[in-house]
């Protein structure tokens, strides 16, 4: 026994391993969102282009040697859930390469490839980050406050948007709402995680919700408002108690809304009262009937780049159009599983883990944005496979109770 517990308790991760996956984490999200600010300013040019894809091809070699390094120093690190996003990213690069070949458009392939780094990234950065590091947690803190001011200070009639300022020396480089809501959504998350007191939450939560709101990013928005009740009901010790305030608080919303309205007419945020008078949405349901069409003829292998670059299904009907039907089960079954094991096996737990919050807040903003959003597979499916693993390992380590 005494053996099993000091193997269990060896470090695993050393300290360059961990600087590599924190600097990851800091460059992708708030970096970019610096980098873009400055660019949109016109201070600096677009040395790095958009930065995001050159920066995770770079990184994407000392990520990889950084797990590989954790696995060595300790074999009983590997779990269930790296085999499954190693035979998931075989599965989905299998796909890609045979329709390469087969002649589908390349611009649909690297996308998708893309996207596959861009997940295994996230897993590597999530599988690995250290939540006690009090330097990534204060550096997080602040780039968060810094990004919120940013997104404060420079909106124009209610939105955030750089182009409208006309100052970016590149502005085919410049990156849309969309980008700066990414970077500050996954770092919004990372303090959520770690914040203990239910004030600071709240405070949290407020300056999250405004930020977007002025971004117009909806499915970040979107994802905040989810994971309020999300985060809170884990918390609470009465949870009958919590639902009650979360209501009070819901119900004092929603009785501003009219004023909001009138004082910012043309926020993106405020389509979602009415997702009709939305173009956006309107086109999202066009191509998701367009998916279940292809769907319906194919069922089986799917239709991989049936649709023209950008006319894809902002769901998860995107990936049973792509990957067909194993290929979208394969996913959802990670993602479905993984969220009852969670819920089962964490949430009703005594002690409360910043490592379980990361875990369910990705898993179920994941889930979110797969029914309503966004094109699968996102990095977020890494970013919640990653943090799911984490935690997991912890769990076995018994340093979760």
């Known amino acids: 026994m005494q053996a099993i517990g000091i193997a269990t308790n060896r470090p695993v991760i050393g300290i360059s391993q961990k600087f590599t996956v924190h600097a990851a984490f800091l460059l992708l999200y708030p970096g970019f969102f610096f980098y873009q600010t400055l660019l949109g300013l016109g201070i600096i040019g677009a040395y790095l282009g958009g930065y995001f894809t050159l920066v995770a091809l770079l990184l994407l070699p000392p990520l990889a040697l950084t797990f590989i390094a954790a696995v060595k120093r300790n074999k009983d690190y590997l779990s269930g859930m790296d085999v499954w996003i190693a035979i998931f990213v075989f599965y989905y690069f299998s796909i890609l390469a045979v329709n390469l070949f087969a002649g ?139 639902i009650s305030v979360l209501v009070f608080i819901v119900g004092l919303a929603a009785g501003g809304i009219e004023q909001i309205t009138s004082m910012l007419p043309d926020n993106r945020i405020l389509q979602l009262l009415d997702l009709s008078h939305s173009t956006s949405a309107v086109a999202r349901e066009h191509l998701s009937q367009n998916a279940i069409r292809t769907i319906s003829e194919n069922p089986i292998f799917g239709d991989f780049a049936s649709y023209p670059d950008g006319h894809y299904a902002h769901n998860v009907l995107c990936a049973w159009v792509d990957f067909g039907l194993f290929g979208v089960v394969f996913f959802l079954s990670l993602l479905l599983a993984h969220a009852a094991w969670l819920f089962f096996n964490g949430f009703f737990a005594k002690a409360r883990s910043p490592y379980f919050v990361l875990a369910w807040s990705f898993i179920c903003i994941t889930i979110l944005w797969a029914l309503t959003a966004k094109n699968m597979p996102d990095m977020s499916v890494g970013a919640a496979m990653g943090a799911f693993a984490r935690y997991g390992y912890r769990k076995k380590c018994r340093l979760e109770r």
């Open 104 to 242: 589908a458009d390349p611009i649909i392939v690297e996308r998708y490839t893309q996207s596959m780094i861009f997940c295994f990234e996230t897993y590597v950065i999530f599988r690995i980050i250290d939540l006690e590091n009090k330097r990534l947690i204060w550096i997080t803190a602040l780039s968060l406050l810094v990004m919120s001011v940013i997104t404060y200070y420079f909106s124009i009639g209610g939105f955030f948007f750089l182009q409208a300022l006309g100052e970016a020396k590149d502005p085919d480089n410049l990156a849309t709402y969309q980008g700066f809501a990414r970077s500050y959504i996954y770092t919004y998350i990372v303090m959520i995680a770690v914040t203990r007191r239910m004030a600071t939450r709240y405070l949290s939560y407020a300056i999250g919700a405004c930020a977007l709101f002025l971004n117009g990013a909806r499915s970040e928005f979107s994802a905040v408002l989810f994971l309020i009740p999300v985060v809170e009901l884990y918390y609470a010790k009465h949870r009958l108690y919590a």
